[in-house]
């Protein structure tokens, strides 16, 4: 099992492709547009950062990749999702989450839990039974993945709660990629952090770019010129620019962007 | 949640700075109007601190106190009882008042008995009726329903669960009494399992009530990791949702457990009062309460002082369920 894991991201081919389109997505909140029409591209082994002020939509969009708005009663849904050509707002949020993993703002391990039964979670929750050196190999590779595993190898049979909150965040990181997720959705996942420990985690996401489409919400400009290969300036549910780094924080078209980035509103 | 993080990030300073100059503004004359009356308020505070702390330490002793004396009173009245026989009332087997016998054991049996399975009867309820109420059904007229109607539960009489025990549940036990005719059990329909029936239904309100409001409090934010990773409801529900409250259901059950302990007119009505060990749990028996209950009353002054020993008993037996069942709250609670 954790062998085909393994190779899965391991193996992927090194041109990047798209793997996630967004089509004409529309959330709305009782009849409340709150994301409006909006179309982006995620690619692999790419960093794309969504910016923007706050409401404007940005967690919106990524819990619904994550399909997470089912879990919210007064959302409504339109537009399609596709992930390798395939609606996944027709399918199975079970299946789909289990490729579509997500980091949360708050570091989240599961406090009743111990460090490794943390990183297994996922495949507790789906039921899927694994042998002691499966569970081990599996809990040592999302560990190493996650930087984590040089400082809790000792203590894996401890609660994750007992960690840093930048341990706590990579531990939520080692969750998710155990389950050897081909997209990574992170909301904010740094803003609960020290900036030293900021910059851990953003090295980690460069590393994790390397064998999967990374998609962040950020509100720190410069994490976002720091690690993004493309940047999406959301503003009142509307996608304003979707480019390169490049072109969003040195020569954007919309004037909007460019007063966000330089801080005229926000 | 999106609410929070709104204002923080206005506090970070990326409001528009006109917005934050008023806002400064306001600040600094609250502030001000603070100083102006803060002597007087700090000294208003002390004293009040000291009023309150003095109320606390007062009613914590007060109440420590009261137990005790309740304790030292109950030692003092079942004292000709405990001369007499010394502690076998805690062995005995035998409960013969008109020969002097006062063998206690049966009735403990009888009582841990009946509120051990009324217990375990209530479990399951307990748990999908706090379930409903804490995850699936959290507002809305379904809510309503269940809740009014555990309230109502608990607000009922002992005597009418008594009466509707014995309407109801004792013709049932006798049925399946008489398909047991051939192990000698006699289908007189009041037995153990009756009164742990009874007992269930009576329970059922205190440990869902809490174990509902533990399941309320499991973070959203874990609920939506488990999801996250591809768990469907019940997965979220057995690995995290239970996990995370299970110290909290674990003290609803305590609690219902030492309610089920003293229970008296409702299991007395229906346990058969038989003075022997339950040969099982479809033979008659008696509990410590409901033999206090029938008894009490004809007594002669040293069948009262040994009825007043099982009282200190049970007394006992809920002081220690609630100090074992807090020590295991506190060993086992997460954070
Ligand atoms: N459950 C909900 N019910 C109603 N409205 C909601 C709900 N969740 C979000 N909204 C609204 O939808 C809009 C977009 O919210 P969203 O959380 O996506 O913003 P965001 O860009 O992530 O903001 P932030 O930077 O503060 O996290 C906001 O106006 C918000 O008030
Ligand atoms: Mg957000």
């Excluded at chain 2, 305590?254 to 007395?268: I, N």
Aim: aromatic share 8%; with cysteine; proline share 4%.
């Amino acid at each position: 099992m954790e062998n085909q894991l393994l190779n899965d991201t391991e193996n992927k081919t090194a041109d990047s492709r798209a793997v996630v389109k967004i089509e004409n997505l529309k959330v709305f909140y009782d009849n409340v547009e709150a994301v409006k029409g909006v179309n982006m591209v995620f690619e692999d082994k790419k960093v794309h950062s969504i910016i923007g002020p706050s409401g404007c939509g940005k967690s919106t969009v990524l819990r619904s990749l994550n399909l997470l708005h089912s879990l919210t009663p007064n959302a409504r849904i339109e537009g399609s999702i596709k992930l390798d050509d395939e609606n996944i707002l027709d399918q199975d949020p079970m299946t789909i989450r289990r490729r579509i993993g997500m980091v949360f703002q708050r570091p989240n391990p599961f406090p009743h839990m111990s460090i490794a039964d943390n990183v297994l979670a996922g495949y507790k929750m789906n039921n899927i039974q694994l042998s002691k050196t499966e569970s081990y190999d599996i809990v040592e590779y999302a560990l190493k993945k996650a930087a984590l595993w040089k400082e809790v190898k000792g203590k894996l049979n401890k609660r994750g709660t007992f960690l840093s909150g930048g341990q706590q965040q990579r531990l939520c990181i080692a969750r998710a990629i155990a389950m050897g997720p081909e997209v990574l959705l992170l909301d904010e996942p740094t803003s609960a952090l020290d900036p030293i420990t900021t910059v851990n985690i953003e090295e980690l996401i460069m590393e994790l770019r390397e064998s999967m489409s990374i998609v962040i919400v950020t509100h720190n400009m410069q994490q976002a010129a720091r690690i993004s290969d493309k940047v999406a300036f959301m503003y009142l549910g509307e996608l304003i620019e979707y480019d390169t780094a490049d072109v969003i924080f040195s020569n954007p078209t919309d004037k909007r962007t460019d007063e966000y980035i330089n801080g005229v509103f926000g | 949640m999106n609410n929070y993080s709104n204002k923080e990030k206005v506090k970070g300073g990326r409001a528009k700075p006109g917005f934050s100059a008023q806002k400064k503004e306001v600040g600094n004359r609250e502030a001000y109007q603070a100083l102006d009356f803060s002597a007087d308020k700090k000294n208003l505070r002390k004293v009040g601190n000291s009023i309150f702390s003095g109320a606390v330490g007062f009613s914590v002793l007060f109440i420590s106190v009261l137990i005790l004396l309740m304790l030292f009173s109950l030692f003092m009245t079942s004292f000709p009882a405990i001369k007499a026989s010394g502690f076998s009332i805690l062995t005995g087997m035998e409960w013969h008042p008109e020969s002097g016998k006062f063998g206690g054991w049966p009735f403990i049996v009888g009582t841990l008995m009946t509120s051990a399975l009324a217990l375990l009867i209530s479990l399951p309820f307990s748990l999908a009726i706090s379930l409903a109420l804490g995850e699936y059904y959290k507002t809305g007229i379904i809510s309503t329903i269940i809740s009014s109607s555990i309230q109502l539960l608990a607000g009922i009489p002992s005597i009418i669960y008594g009466t509707w025990g014995l309407f109801v549940i004792v013709p049932i036990v006798q049925k399946i009494q008489m398909g047991m005719a051939d192990k000698g059990i006699i289908p007189f329909g009041l037995s153990i399992i009756t009164a742990s029936v009874v007992l269930a239904i009576m329970i059922i309100p205190y440990s869902a009530s809490l174990a509902r409001d533990v399941i309320l409090q499991v973070p959203q934010d874990l609920k939506e990791a488990g999801y996250s990773l591809g768990g469907t409801r019940f997965a979220v529900i057995r690995r995290v949702i239970l996990p995370y409250s299970m110290t909290g259901i674990f003290a609803g059950e305590v609690l219902a457990f030492g309610r089920a302990l003293g229970e008296t007119m409702a299991v007395a009505m229906v346990v058969g009062n038989l003075r022997k060990v339950p040969a099982n749990i479809f033979s008659p028996g008696a509990t410590i309460a409901s033999v206090i209950a029938s008894e009490y009353n004809e007594a002669s002054p040293l069948h009262a002082a040994a009825l007043t020993e099982l009282g200190l008993i049970l007394f006992l037996i809920t002081i220690i369920f609630s100090f074992a069942g807090r020590y295991i709250i506190n060993k086992r609670s997460i954070k």
